[in-house]
């Protein structure tokens, strides 16, 4: 029997979800930006042991002054990657008030900080002291690259990992 998983990818415009999805799922990188509108659904099959996982993961739009992440879309969902882009440090911000927004829509639910574009590392806007007011929150954080495939499978691994961690503690 295959369990089921939904994640959602959470964060502000273009810091990379959609590229975090497709190296995830598909093993591709485009350099060509697209702007998701709504919701873009994919699965990948993973393997825990003797279990199958399917991770049906929701590529949500991003967040802006334009359009906001909409709260029905998490509904259901076991856990989430929040998205930063590291050359942006106003994502950050953006992903702290999607970090509440969504803990108030799904409840304590495990997530990662995806902190991605570290192939740009040089061009960062994010620095040491931002890194650490995330960690004294108690924050899980990966550093990726969708470009060059770094961290990314450590990422949604770890989600997962957390997940069936979870749900252990909730039986027990």
Same mark, same amino acid.
């Given at each position: 029997?295959?369990?089921?998983?939904?994640?959602?990818?959470?964060?502000?415009?273009?810091? =990379?979800?959609?590229?975090? /999805?497709? %190296?995830?799922?598909?093993?591709?990188?485009?350099?060509?930006?697209?702007?998701?509108?709504?919701?873009?659904?994919?699965?990948? %099959?993973?393997?825990?042991?003797?279990? !199958?996982?399917?991770?049906?993961?929701?590529?949500?739009?991003?967040?802006?002054?334009?359009?906001?992440?909409?709260?029905?879309?998490? %509904?259901?969902?076991? =856990?989430?990657?929040?998205?930063?882009?590291?050359? %942006?440090?106003?994502?950050?911000?953006?992903?702290?008030?999607?970090?509440?927004?969504?803990?108030?829509?799904?409840?304590?639910?495990?997530?990662? /900080?995806?902190?991605?574009?570290?192939?740009?590392?040089? !061009?960062?806007?994010?620095?040491?002291?931002?890194? =650490?007011?995330?960690?004294?929150? =108690?924050?899980?954080?990966?550093?990726? !690259?969708?470009?060059?495939?770094?961290?990314?499978?450590?990422?949604?691994?770890?989600?997962?990992?957390?997940?069936?961690?979870?749900?252990?503690?909730?039986?027990?």
């Amino acid at each position: 029997m295959t369990e089921k998983l939904k994640i959602c990818m959470i964060g502000a415009t273009a810091v =990379g979800k959609t590229s975090l /999805v497709a %190296r995830f799922v598909s093993s591709i990188f485009h350099e060509r930006y697209t702007t998701t509108i709504g919701v873009k659904i994919q699965a990948r %099959r993973l393997q825990r042991g003797e279990r !199958s996982i399917d991770l049906i993961v929701w590529d949500l739009s991003g967040e802006d002054e334009f359009q906001s992440v909409q709260p029905f879309y998490l %509904r259901g969902a076991a =856990g989430y990657l929040l998205v930063i882009d590291g050359t %942006r440090r106003d994502t950050i911000d953006i992903a702290l008030s999607l970090q509440e927004r969504a803990r108030m829509t799904t409840g304590p639910i495990p997530f990662v /900080v995806v902190l991605n574009k570290a192939d740009l590392i040089i !061009s960062w806007d994010v620095d040491a002291q931002d890194l =650490g007011a995330l960690e004294q929150r =108690g924050f899980s954080i990966v550093h990726t !690259s969708a470009k060059t495939a770094d961290g990314v499978e450590e990422a949604f691994n770890r989600l997962v990992d957390m997940i069936l961690a979870a749900r252990v503690q909730r039986w027990t």
